[in-house]
């Protein structure tokens, strides 16, 4: 079955910088479109970065110049770097693999950003 397993969250300054991680096994990952969503409480999950399987890129707005994500097929894991962190940043960040016309998500990690 499909698994993805996120980690890295935590707390960190503002300004500072995260590196979240998700691993995905049970599917073809390197044919995968993979993304990174957040949902801060009260909120609607909103997208925040994603990943073609030609590894070309797609950022939201207030994310751009600041996180970066990536992927690693050997490793099937995808990555998303996030720099010159905000409060407004905190919230669950999950991730998700598009597999045909399905969703799958992971369990979330929690980024507080916050003095």
């Known amino acids: 079955q499909v698994q993805l397993v996120e980690s890295g969250g935590g707390l960190v300054q503002p300004g500072g910088s995260l590196r979240l991680s998700c691993a995905g096994s049970?599917?073809?990952?390197?044919?995968?479109?993979m993304g990174w969503y957040r949902q801060a409480p009260g909120k609607q999950r909103e997208l925040v970065a994603d990943?073609?399987?030609?590894?070309?890129?797609n950022y939201v707005d207030f994310v751009k110049g600041r996180f970066t994500i990536s992927r690693d097929n050997a490793k099937n894991t995808v990555y998303l770097q996030m720099n010159s962190l905000r409060p407004e940043d905190t919230a669950v960040y999950y991730c998700?693999?598009?597999?045909?016309?399905?969703?799958?998500w992971g369990q979330g990690t929690q980024v507080t950003v916050s003095s």
């Open positions: 998700n693999a598009r597999i045909g016309v399905f969703n799958h």
């Open positions: 990943i073609s399987i030609d590894s070309s890129t």
């Open positions: 049970g599917f073809i990952f390197s044919r995968s479109k």
